[in-house]
């Protein structure tokens, strides 16, 4: 902003210091004076204008990436929110299942479990038929279940 606020100010003097020469309203030494700062002003023209345009080139390429990002991001957004709707009507639809099926559960085979037959260790294994106690018995599970 600033080069080009200064380009633009430099050119407004160099203009109307132009047509006071086509008036013929100027003195050869003030003639000398433009012709400098005509020459000076191209090359300063120049420079800043290859600046200007690499920033502005810059600033281009920085609203394509933020708008492809933005795409990017709402299409994940929008993503996100058919999965959440879909899983949503599954959730619905799984607990409608017993209803339609007529699947009755007993709660009270699950409230039968004590704190003795809870999961965990056995630490009287040996008494008990429907529990494992070595290595042999776990292979022999595994093999029978295809591993």
């Known amino acids: 902003m600033p080069k080009a606020s200064a380009l633009r100010d430099e050119a407004a003097e160099l203009r109307d210091q132009w047509q006071k020469l086509r008036r013929r309203e100027m003195a ?22 290859g600046a200007m345009y690499d920033n502005l080139s810059e600033i281009l390429l920085a609203q394509d990436f933020q708008d492809l990002t933005g795409q990017v991001i709402q299409k994940v957004t929008t993503l996100v929110k058919e999965v959440e709707e879909h899983l949503l009507s599954l959730v619905v639809m799984a607990s409608h299942v017993d209803q339609m099926t007529g699947t009755v559960h007993e709660l009270e085979e699950r409230e039968k479990i ?5 999961v965990g260790p056995q630490i009287k294994a040996e008494e008990r038929e429907d529990v494992v106690s070595g290595q042999d018995d776990v292979d022999d599970l595994l093999s029978s279940l295809g591993f």
């Open 114 to 118: 004590s704190a003795e037959q809870g």
């Open 28 to 49: 050869p030494a003030e003639f000398r004076e433009l012709y400098a700062r005509i020459d000076t002003f191209f090359v300063t023209l120049n420079t800043d204008a």
